[in-house]
């Protein structure tokens, strides 16, 4: 007997995501909020971008020499890949070596975000004195965790002034007591001086100690296991590109920016919808295809294209929920886009009443800037509303009926209660551009007073 039973259809394979790269890893994953989208075939993944825009888009995850200072080093790459601007994730003491994240052009968009993100280093200290022993220092190490006051030291760029740093984790790695050196492992807030911490260290244990050598382990999202590079890797990339035109030395040694973006929780954007937001309009309902699970209203998330590319950072303006559930209303506000403008094609403007509108202002029947002019047929007066006219914004919240009803309530609350002699004596309730004017002549008043006051002083000094 055969089984009657519809059977679903799968349209397509299920896809293993585990492997791809940088923002499309366990993409399927991701909560669906719809499938139906018109792919642009405008755009590439980040890996394989051309090598213009490679660049340009570009991070490097620099091993800092010792000796020169953090904006040299970020000069010389700039000077070395030939680009219009570099910037770092955070300044290194020039004695310092280690994780230095380097953007190139569009990617220092992202050096903010990389600079308030957490840091981690390796320190040699040297103590003044011998310890009784080497449970004492790991002691001594661990209680210095936590929110703790620093003052920079004596050798900084900034103000010397007291400010409290988190100091999350730290470990003794390793001590010799009779060299008096020890090695140890701190995870800590950006800002953190470790100096300080050093000299802290030695206050605790009564002997005084000072930092020897410093390493940055970690800096955002990197480590020195990420693909960490050299100058002199840099310097030789671009001399075999100028070369020989191989360019897979510099694809390695040059990152794509979305490799500092894999921590972020994911909004997946319609192609249509990309130009939009790279021009800074608002996250919508209709421009959403999927979305990360335990978003939260307040979250930072970045907003992708389906090719896995950045667009922007953003603040998201509902939670995971919501986006399930919701028909219409605003997902996100931008915070910084990454995406140039035109990247992808514009998209909107597309309407009837768009279109007849650029068909007028080519008439010349509406100026550039789509106003009215003497050539306006009457026609287009009459079914036309321009919303950014104030007079119509005025009509627009005066017919919205429960706006009214509010505004009222919040007046009654503000204003002292009247007595019935003074109700009925009372002027009728003031339209908002009578008020508009009344503090315009307030203002006027004061100004004309505050000269007079001034010209007596002038007088009066001259008499003097």
């Known amino acids: 007997m055969t089984d009657h039973i519809i059977k679903p259809e799968t349209t397509t394979q299920a896809l293993d995501t585990s492997n791809w790269p940088y923002l499309l890893k366990n993409y399927e994953k991701l909560n669906v909020r719809t499938g139906h989208y018109t792919p642009i075939p405008i755009g590439s993944t980040p890996l394989k971008r051309d090598l213009s825009t490679y660049i340009k888009y570009g991070v490097i995850n620099l091993d800092k020499p010792s000796n020169p200072s953090s904006h040299e080093v970020v000069a010389w790459i700039k000077k070395i890949l030939r680009v219009e601007k570099t910037g770092h994730s955070g300044t290194l003491d020039p004695k310092v070596t280690g994780c230095l994240i380097v953007c190139i052009d569009r990617a220092t968009r992202l050096v903010k975000s990389q600079q308030s993100a957490g840091k981690e280093y390796v320190c040699v ?66 800002g953190t001086y470790i100096r300080t911490l050093c000299v802290h260290l030695g206050l605790i244990l009564g002997v005084g100690g000072h930092m020897q050598e410093l390493r940055r382990v970690r800096s955002g999202a990197l480590s020195e296991n990420d693909n960490m590079v050299t100058m002199h890797d840099v310097l030789d990339a671009q001399w075999q590109y100028d070369n020989t035109r191989d360019e897979s030395y510099l694809r ?43 978003i939260e209203i307040g979250d930072e998330i970045v907003l992708m294209t389906t090719k896995g590319e950045a667009i922007a950072l953003a603040i998201a303006m509902m939670s995971t929920s919501i986006m399930a559930t919701c028909d219409h209303g605003i997902v996100a506000k931008i915070k910084r886009v990454i995406m140039e403008r035109d990247t992808y094609p514009r998209k909107w403007g597309l309407g009837p009443k768009a279109l007849e509108k650029k068909k007028l202002i080519k008439d010349g029947k509406l100026d550039r800037h789509g106003k009215v002019n003497e050539n306006t047929p009457e026609s287009w007066n009459k079914s036309y509303t321009d919303f950014n006219d104030p007079e119509n914004k005025i009509t627009v919240i005066q017919s919205s009926k429960p706006v009214e009803k509010l505004e009222s309530k919040v007046e009654e609350k503000k204003r002292p209660a009247k007595s019935d002699s003074e109700e009925s004596g009372g002027d009728e309730k003031l339209s908002k551009e009578e008020r508009k004017q009344k503090k315009k002549e307030k203002k006027e008043k004061k100004k004309s007073e505050k000269s007079e006051k001034r010209d007596k002083k002038k007088q009066k000094k001259e008499k003097e």
Not at 160 to 185: D, G, H, M, P
Not at 260 to 277: E, F, Q
Not at 284 to 290: A, Q, V
């Open 252 to 294: 390695r040694v040059i990152r794509p920016l979305e490799w500092l973006l894999v921590n972020y929780k994911r909004v997946v954007v319609k192609d249509s919808a990309v130009n939009a937001i790279c021009y800074g309009a608002k996250m919508m309902i209709p421009g959403l295809l999927r979305f990360e699970s335990d």
């Open 125 to 190: 200290l040297r103590l003044h004195d011998k310890i009784n022993s080497e449970l004492e220092l790991s002691r001594a190490v661990e209680t210095l965790t936590g929110a703790l006051f620093q003052r920079p030291p004596l050798i900084s760029a900034v103000k010397r002034q007291l400010r409290v740093r988190t100091i999350y984790k730290s470990e003794l790695i390793e001590f010799n007591n009779q060299r008096n050196l020890a090695v140890f492992w701190a995870s800590c807030e950006a």
